[in-house]
């Protein structure tokens, strides 16, 4: 999807609160107190598509505090290989809701598996 002739951004949240990427060697470490300024200067420049996971550490808690205005944010589940079918929808559904939950809002824009 373009945004006025730019190529749509989805901006990852790992760095947030984990040490995490192929460009953590180069950076200063986690994000943490800087994250609502990096998140501020996302939006300043049209990123409003967010991507995070309950397994990057407090990632989810920190956007949930940080976002404000219109947003859309996907989210994935990691489940456990020994995790059973039968209980396999009732896992993804509070790993959804727990997610929703640190992140302030209501529902999640994708869930990726």
Sequence with gaps: MAIS?????????????????????????????????????ASMVGINSYDTAPAYARAEEVLGRCL?????????????????????????RNTIRASCENLHRDRLDGVFT
């Design 5 to 41: 002739g730019i190529i749509k951004v989805v901006l990852g949240t790992a760095q947030l609160t984990q040490e995490y990427g192929v460009s953590y060697k180069y950076s200063n470490g986690p994000i943490g107190d800087r994250a609502a300024a990096v998140l501020d200067a």
């Design 68 to 92: 404000v205005g219109e947003s859309q944010v996907y989210s994935k589940i990691y489940w456990p290989k020994n995790l059973l079918d039968t209980h396999l929808a009732k896992f993804c």
